[in-house]
Nanobody, 124 residues
Framework: VQLQASGGGLVQTGESLRLSCAAS????????MGWFRQAPGKEREFVAT????????YYSDSVKGRFTISRDNAKNTVYLQMNNLKPEDTAVYYC??????????????????WGQGTLVTVSS
């Protein structure tokens, strides 16, 4: 599976962005899809994930209520709608695909495939 993330950019505090991640390869609909982010000098951290059937979503506490993850299996695409952005959301955002168990859903090492990342910069 190959993943191509897009949609990053420079925005001001309080504004919104929507990230997209297009997948190529078989069995997209069978994968849990996730978004992680990495700020300069920091470790990669979990943002959100959505199960294969789209029925279950999980968020980090820092983005819950502001970000929404969704997927369109017919288009092999996963989205991350980011509202009310804050300077601390500034990072490179990576999409990922895998089949993690629930207890490991926030652990990047349990995912199989990664996109190249898209930079989100939020100015104050």
């Amino acid at each position: 599976v190959q993943l191509q993330a897009s949609g990053g950019g420079l925005v001001q505090t309080g504004e919104s962005l929507r990230l997209s991640c297009a997948a190529s390869g078989p069995s997209f609909s069978s994968y849990t899809m996730g978004w992680f982010r990495q700020a300069p000098g920091k470790e990669r951290e979990f943002v959100a994930t959505i199960r294969a059937n789209g029925g279950y979503t999980y968020y980090s506490d820092s983005v819950k209520g502001r970000f929404t993850i969704s997927r369109d299996n017919a288009k092999n695409t996963v989205y991350l709608q980011m509202n009310n952005l804050k300077p601390e959301d500034t990072a490179v955002y990576y999409c990922t695909a895998g089949r993690p168990i629930l207890s490991a859903i926030r652990t990047p090492q349990t995912y199989l495939y990664w996109g190249q990342g898209t930079l989100v910069t939020v100015s104050s």
